[in-house]
């Protein structure tokens, strides 16, 4: 039985030719014609039958700053419409496999996997005990898209999934084919380019809707099918919590002062009434369900001692209860239930005071439908729910706090001044004492609602910790309970936040810590100094305490994005995977354990690429089972947007997080041979002095300023941080994000592959062997990992388009930056083929084919965009052109930063 009636040839096909129609009938034929002769220009050179790209060149010369926003809004629709075709695909394909049972890091390959390691019930038990997968959504600012194009982008998806997966009369086809038309032509006419940057609730809104709209429902999918196949093989085994969805978005302060406590107590509440009323519709469901007689049948003691608690406790609600629906207990129960919901935002008694209440009254159906032998009605229509509850609580995600370092020092200084305590001038020693001290008194050393004269940095600290206090006593300790420090250096750094929220009654110690203070060491020095400032902590008094209070377990961060940008791709890949083994033991010494966090990015050189492989690839002493990660930008949809793709990606995390618990708990030090440590011990020291050398270099930054559109990034509303922290134009101050995503747009993505192929001749120069490079390519997750990592950043590269960028900077720049670039991006890709032993950079075929495919259509976006960009002066039209270019090759490459 076919499961679709199409294939993503008929999608690009069809949508490109209704992309042209709505073209001429909006515009005029002959920009039709314009967009069609540049179209076909760049296919034929990409396909050998012209010599070079002179004809497309002379195309776009002619085109007036008319033209130049016809074709650019044309290739950006193109690559919008053509990246649905392919999500469709990916779904085809998701639920062809399924069918067949064949489909690769899918659940059934996860229980698979245990039965043929010969995995007993008990130890199976064990691993999803331990396993908890917690995705943590972001404000970052790599979203190129506008919320409205995005919504018009998901009703055309919709459409297609109509008219490939139901069985259509010509009429139906018809009807759902002018719908595509008409949302088609809507989106021709809509802005792509935002007219103004989006605020901190913008950015929270639309994390909440991926997962309100979309991961509320298939996490109990995920669930569901998990324990179908685990009761086959170990029916004794009961399924844990295995997700937890957090986010940054509406919370995380650091470096984006437009995120107020104002926006954070926006966020608590709006996500609290969202997931309040999901469960209340979802209860007013099931009362549609739970409709049995109960003088039919013995609904149970527990039940009914249920049911008069709240009868006592809502004496008139239950009345009402009663007379709707006499002689029918279930009903009556949702009713009383769906009352104490609605309380929780009201001044009213009686509403739930937290999750595990509502929890214990969907237990109690549950068992009372089992006993009556309803088993599939509690499994279909209750178990789902308690799995959701379980899962998003009275939160929908909980949030956590960020701030820099910097700021804390100095809020805690400037208070400590005010009650006569001399902190700026004390030593990293002296400082801990004093902190470790005032924590462990009784009374408080601050007043946090009037702190005295204080900075602006300060009030704003000491306001946020204020807050914090009455976020827990209204939303609870879960909704805002994790703080991440950025740039932590020193343990004072992670002292001081837990100082403040001691303050602020967070923390009220030995007995209770209110707070996960999460130290985010991101530069080389940090990283490094690992040991001293993890293990002083373990040491403290204080801390030990507020790490018993949180069951011992230290959260700890580690930032991808700067340790690239500091050390570039391979150095900051071998010096992440050895600190998080340096991690893993010192937490081991110290019998704490360690969840690990990674500050993952969407893009390969920010710590991007698949997750599951990531994960498997994770040194097995970091694998407590426990893990956290960023989802950001662009990837939050391209993972999120399809439910479906959204169920899929959620399975392969939990794959890949029991197959790596298990091994794990098999192996708990990974068998690494140390001539392979000593390989990358070459590589990597070699790599980086190679990339500082041309980080250092005269001119280089002006050379970036030059060669890319980081002129443009900065100034387009993507998101409400600004682009770099202080606003000058420097490598060290600029934000990862759009470092990345700027040489991402000129296609010379050095950020995913600069200095590997001359780190990796330093080795073979030392007496190093390609066999050697071979085999840790095959049995070293890590080395694997990495490597392929580096093809797609190298396919995605090229440098024929970047000649066009590098044409933009001073000659005397061009000649001796570009020329290197190129070689270096030769020595990479020569020698990632030959450890590889492939002859395409690329392993997955599918994604050969798109890069194939997308290719010729990025080409005349990036030559319109160099052409703007070396315009000295550009008028109001050709700045929006400008602007749409990076939308359009963002789309294209499926990828900003």
Not at 685 to 698: G, I, T, V, W
């Amino acid at each position: 039985m076919s499961l679709h009636s199409r294939d993503v040839k008929q999608d690009v096909r069809e949508l490109g030719a209704l992309l042209g129609d709505v073209l001429a009938e909006q515009t005029s034929e002959g920009a039709f014609e314009t967009v069609e002769d540049i179209r076909n220009s760049a296919i034929s050179y990409r396909e050998g039958e012209l010599d070079s790209r002179e004809e497309l060149d002379q195309i776009l010369e002619a085109l007036s700053p008319q033209g130049e926003s016809i074709v650019a809004r044309a290739f950006t629709t193109y690559f919008e419409l053509i990246n649905l075709a392919e999500e469709r695909e990916r779904v085809r394909v998701v639920r062809q496999g399924s069918q067949s049972g064949d489909l690769e890091d899918g659940l059934v390959a996860t229980v698979e996997t245990l039965v043929e390691s010969d995995a007993d019930a008990e130890t199976v038990q064990q691993v999803l005990d331990d396993v908890l997968i917690e995705p943590t959504f972001t404000a970052h600012p790599t979203e190129a898209r506008r919320k409205t194009v995005k919504a018009k982008l998901r009703s055309i998806a919709h459409r297609l999934e109509e008219l490939d997966e139901r069985r259509v009369t010509d009429r139906e086809h018809e009807q759902l084919w002018r719908k595509v038309d008409a949302e088609v032509t809507s989106l021709w006419q809509t802005s792509q380019v935002r007219e103004r940057r989006p605020e901190p609730q913008d950015e929270a809104r639309n994390v909440q809707w991926y997962i309100e709209n979309i991961l509320f429902d298939v996490v109990g999918e995920v669930y569901a099918e998990l324990e179908d196949l685990l009761a086959e093989e170990y029916p004794e085994v009961d399924v844990p919590k295995l997700f937890e969805f957090r986010s940054w978005a509406g919370s995380d302060r650091d470096g984006n002062p437009f995120v107020t406590p104002e926006v954070t107590t926006d966020t608590l509440e709006r996500q609290r009434g969202v997931v309040l009323e999901k469960y209340s519709q979802a209860l007013k469901r099931l009362s549609g369900v739970l409709s049995q007689d109960g003088r039919r049948i013995d609904v149970g003691a527990e039940l009914e001692r249920s049911l008069k608690a709240d009868r006592e406790r809502l004496p008139g609600v239950a009345r009402e209860a009663e007379e709707r629906y006499p002689g029918e207990p279930y009903r009556q129960k949702l009713k009383l239930m769906r009352e104490r919901l609605r309380r929780i935002e009201d001044v009213r008694p009686d509403g739930y005071a937290e999750k595990s209440e509502f929890l214990e009254d969907l237990e109690a159906i549950d068992r009372s439908l089992r006993a009556t032998g309803a088993d599939v009605v509690a499994d279909e229509y209750v178990e789902p729910l308690m799995r959701q509850v379980d899962t998003f609580g009275f939160t929908l995600a909980s949030l956590d706090l960020r701030d820099h370092q910097e700021n804390h020092t100095e809020a805690v200084h400037e208070a400590l001044a005010n009650e006569g305590i001399d902190y700026r001038d004390r030593d990293e020693e002296e400082r801990i004492e004093v902190l470790t001290e005032a924590i462990l008194q009784s009374e408080p050393v601050l007043d946090l609602d009037d702190p005295g004269e204080v900075s602006e940095t300060a009030e704003r600290v000491l306001r946020r910790f204020a807050m914090l206090g009455e976020w827990q006593r209204e939303f609870g300790v879960s909704a805002i309970d994790t703080y991440c420090i950025s740039m932590t250096e020193e343990p004072s750094h992670v002292l001081e936040v837990l100082f403040l929220a001691d303050q602020a009654g967070v923390v009220a110690l030995p007995d209770h810590c209110g707070l996960d203070v999460v130290p985010l060491l991101e530069t080389e020095s940090a990283l490094n100094g690992a040991r001293r400032i993890m293990g002083t902590l373990f040491e403290n008094e204080a801390y030990a305490q507020a790490l018993e209070a949180r069951n011992d377990t230290q959260e700890i961060m580690l930032g991808y994005s700067d340790s690239n940008k500091e050390n570039g791709f391979l150095a900051a890949n071998w010096d992440l995977y050895k600190n998080q083994r340096r991690l893993a033991q010192i937490c081991d010494d110290f019998d704490v354990r360690m969840r690990l966090f990674h500050g993952r990015g969407g893009s390969i050189s920010r710590g991007g690429g698949p997750m599951n492989e990531a994960m498997l690839a994770l040194p097995n002493e970091t694998v407590t089972g426990q893990i956290k990660f960023t989802e950001q930008g662009e990837a939050i949809a391209e993972k999120y947007a399809n439910p479906q793709i959204a169920e899929r990606n959620l399975e392969q995390m939990l794959n890949a997080q029991v197959r790596a618990r298990h091994q794990a708990i098999r192996e708990p030090q990974e068998d690494v041979r140390e001539e392979w440590v000593e390989a990358m011990d070459e590589m990597a020291p070699a790599a980086r002095e190679q990339y500082r050398d041309l980080l250092e270099s005269d001119g280089f930054v002006t050379y970036f300023g030059q060669a890319t559109p980081i002129g443009v990034i900065e100034d387009l509303n993507l998101g409400s941080r600004p682009a770099s922290r202080s606003g000058e134009r420097t490598v060290e101050d600029l934000r990862a994000i759009p470092w990345v995503f700027s040489w991402t747009q000129s296609r010379c993505i050095i950020t995913g592959w600069y200095a590997l192929g001359s780190g990796i001749q330093a080795y073979l120069d030392s007496g190093g062997d390609v066999e050697t490079l071979q085999e840790m390519y095959e049995e070293w997750p890590f080395f694997r990992t990495t490597l392929d990592n580096a093809s797609l950043a190298l396919a995605r590269t090229d440098f024929e388009i970047a000649e066009y960028y590098a044409d933009l900077a001073d000659e005397d720049l061009r000649e001796e930056f570009f020329p290197h670039l190129r070689e270096e991006y030769e020595r990479a890709r020569d020698v990632v083929l030959e450890v590889t032993d492939r002859d395409s950079l690329l392993k997955r075929e599918w994604l050969d084919e798109s890069l194939r495919r997308r290719n010729p259509y990025v080409d005349p976006l990036n030559v319109l965009q160099t052409r703007l960009l070396r315009k000295t002066h550009r008028t109001d039209d050709e700045e929006q052109t400008l602007r749409l270019t990076v939308k359009g090759i963002a789309a294209g490459m499926k990828n900003t930063g």
